[in-house]
């Protein structure tokens, strides 16, 4: 095996190692807020997304046009 990616896939378990040690606490106002957002009308199953996708072309083809100066 390439000596990289035996490097890329050994750094990868010893960051999957690192993970399972780490603890995220979130307070009670973050998880009322995400509460809060998931219960919106637009967040509903069955509500329409479609505006996610044309939000993302127009993000997308925004960034193709910029150019460096």
């Known amino acids: 095996m390439d000596s990289s990616l ?4 050994r750094a990868i378990d010893e960051s999957a190692d690192l993970a399972k040690s780490i603890r995220v ?20 199953a069955g509500s329409d997304k479609s505006w996610v996708w044309r939000t993302d072309e127009a993000f997308r083809a925004y960034f193709r046009r910029v150019k460096r100066i």
């Open 6 to 9: 035996e490097a890329g896939l």
């Open 25 to 44: 606490d979130l307070d009670d106002e973050y998880l009322r807020a995400i509460a809060l957002v998931e219960s919106l009308p637009q967040n509903q």
